[in-house]
Nanobody
């Protein structure tokens, strides 16, 4: 009922910045949690940042102070601004949203941090 499409991934040098976007479509009203998760090869999927409708954001410990999540409910968009990128940030980044206790995932976008 909800489709999520990420964009903005790519190759960036250590210390650089990247901005990810996620567009929600379909039955997009009253999306509650919206956020970003990432998964590197051999690792479990981990929380990067999440925000609750009408509330504040939560960040994973490894990205606090470097990443910023924002959402625009009028445009059905959620963003992730990533600064001071490190090699350890290399992963596939997935957009997440839930609605009426059902969660949805995007297809993922690759972020590679390498010099």
């Amino acid at each position: 009922q909800v489709q999520l499409v990420e964009s903005g991934g790519g190759l960036v040098q250590p210390g650089g910045s990247l901005r990810l976007s996620c567009a929600a479509s379909g039955n997009v009203i009253l999306l509650y949690n919206m956020g970003w998760y990432r998964q590197a090869p051999g690792n479990q999927r981990e929380l990067v940042a999440s925000t609750v409708r009408g509330g504040s954001a939560t960040y994973g410990d490894s990205v606090k102070g470097r990443f910023t999540i924002s959402r625009d409910d009028a445009k059905n968009m959620v963003y992730l601004q990533m600064n001071s990128l490190k090699s350890d940030d290399t992963a596939v980044y997935y957009c997440y949203a839930d609605q009426w206790n059902r969660g949805y995932w995007g297809q993922g976008t690759q972020v590679t941090v390498s010099s």
